[in-house]
């Protein structure tokens, strides 16, 4: 069974560009949601998709955005890229058994790079 | 809103010995699920252990044991006999039972491994 599936693993980007991720969650999972990993925060929550609507959202600035499709691959969107989106980006699948979701599986992540 | 504090952010182990990672959470909810997570340098979040509140048996996994103290909102690990490969960061996380909230996440305590 694939595991979940990012890309790219990594992008640089300049200041002001935008940029799209994206990810394919583990076949069957239907909720997706989106990590940002930096040293000094730590993980922060950006937004979690269940069934092509966002069903949770983080404490992050409009700039940042996503969506989910019929097949529950997930994109998230940074626009006007600043430095201090310098990050991990994870993207994590879960099983949802109706209740809500259980444990989460995880990408090996998109390193992006702003300058 | 629930809260994971891992107060160890570094620590050490010689191959072949036992150690025992802390986590405590802070939640006025009864049903919740534990997590620990593991992040190797490869950066991908690989799932160690899994332990439902209401459950009184600790979980295990291999070499791999928890100790879940529900009163004192605590939930360590412990790695026995050691391995190279268990170098990595550790995140313990924590999610509602109910409802379809994200997982909150730990600052992560970095282990080492010496051969």
């Known amino acids: 069974k694939a595991g979940v599936t990012q890309t790219p693993r990594y992008l640089i980007k300049t200041r002001g560009q935008q940029v799209t991720l994206s990810c394919s969650p583990i076949?069957?999972?239907?909720?997706v949601s989106w990590y940002q990993q930096t040293p000094g925060q730590g993980l922060q929550f950006l937004f979690e998709?269940?069934?092509?609507?966002?069903?949770n959202k983080g404490n992050f600035p409009g700039r940042f955005s996503g969506r989910q499709f019929s097949n529950s691959r997930s994109e998230m969107n940074v626009s006007t890229l600043e430095l201090g989106d310098s990050a991990l980006y994870l993207c994590?699948?879960?099983?949802?058994?109706?209740?809500?979701?259980?444990?989460?599986?995880f990408g090996q992540g998109t390193r992006l790079t702003v300058v | 809103a629930q809260t994971v504090t891992q107060s160890q952010p570094e620590m050490s182990v010689q191959e072949a010995e036992t150690v025992t990672l802390s986590c405590t959470y802070d939640?006025?909810?009864?049903?919740?699920?534990l997590f620990w997570y593991k992040q190797p340098p490869s950066r991908q979040m690989i799932l160690v252990i899994r332990?439902?509140?209401?459950?009184?048996q600790n979980a295990t996994e291999n070499r791999f044991s928890v100790n879940f103290q529900k009163a004192a909102k605590s939930f360590s690990l412990k790695i026995s006999d050691s391995q190279l490969g268990d170098a990595a960061m550790y995140f313990c996380?924590?999610?509602?039972?109910?409802?379809?909230?994200?997982?909150?996440f730990g600052k992560g305590t970095r282990l080492s491994v010496i051969a």
């Open positions: 994590a699948s879960s099983k949802d058994t109706g209740l809500g979701s259980t444990e989460a599986f």
């Open positions: 076949s069957g999972h239907r909720s």
């Open positions: 998709y269940f069934s092509e609507t966002q069903r």
């Open positions: 939640t006025s909810e009864s049903d919740y699920y």
């Open positions: 332990q439902e509140a209401y459950k009184q």
């Open positions: 996380a924590y999610r509602s039972y109910s409802g379809n909230t994200p997982l909150v």
